[in-house]
């Protein structure tokens, strides 16, 4: 059996580990090496592997995985479902849920974009656990608000709540399309509205827009997904 030897790049800059091992098989090969490069990139401060190889790390059954998941994205998942739930503590559960939840999808699913993967499934647990709790809520909370807003485009009658929508793959094709249709602009108004849940303030604040702009740019977004769906005979 003969030495094996190799360098570990890590995030993109020109450092080298060099080792010299014997390894008995490639699986205990990968596993060093992936504990080699999350190590480095911890002492580097970067934000760990890129997001091909988390998700191969979920299909070899790695629990390292559910770190490097939660080192890259922790704080988007966070912060979508904070914006729902308004509360740290179901917050920071969700979170953990949704790390379960990937664990428990990958394999099967390869997801092509991880990020917007695992931001759908905190977003949707978020929202089941507002409905659990829904009975105590208090006027003008967020969720309502937004149901409210989006009913001018998708009646409720359909949409019982977002979630339930998006799921759905007729509509969620539909929505993609027009979204694939606005301007940049629009589109990054629209789905940090209505799919990550901002509040028109922090929206006016990230995207350096006055409140009124954004409020007229979300009703003509409203009007014209609207008009979409009616097209696609969705709605009518």
Request: proline share 3%; charged share 25%; hydrophobic share 40%.
């Amino acid at each position: 059996m003969q030495p094996c030897s190799f360098f570990v790049v890590v995030n993109g800059r020109n450092i080298e580990h060099y080792a010299r091992v014997c390894f008995t098989n490639q699986e205990c090969f990968c596993k060093i090496m992936r504990a080699i490069s999350l190590k480095l990139n911890d002492l580097l401060g970067g934000e760990g592997l890129n997001d091909i190889d988390i998700i191969e790390l979920y299909f070899q059954r790695d629990e390292g995985a559910l770190e490097a998941t939660k080192r890259k994205y922790n704080q988007q998942m966070f912060h979508t479902s904070m914006n729902i739930l308004r509360n740290m503590q179901d917050a920071e559960e969700c979170v953990n849920d949704t790390l379960l939840k990937a664990w428990e999808s990958i394999p099967p699913t390869r997801p092509e974009f991880l990020g917007a993967f695992l931001i759908k499934i905190t977003r949707n647990l978020s929202i089941n656990k507002w409905k659990a709790k829904r009975a105590v809520r208090r006027g003008g909370d967020t969720v309502n608000l937004l149901l409210d807003e989006l009913e001018e485009c998708i009646p409720g009658s359909q949409i019982g709540l977002p979630e339930e929508e998006y799921e759905a793959s007729l509509v969620t094709g539909a929505i993609n399309e027009w979204l694939g249709s606005t301007n940049q602009i629009a589109r990054v108004v629209f789905v940090m509205r209505y799919f990550h849940g901002e509040s028109i303030r922090n929206i006016c604040e990230r995207c350096n827009m006055t409140e009124s702009k954004v409020k007229s740019m979300l009703f003509r977004s409203r009007k014209k997904l609207k008009a979409h769906l009616e097209k696609e005979g969705i709605v009518c």
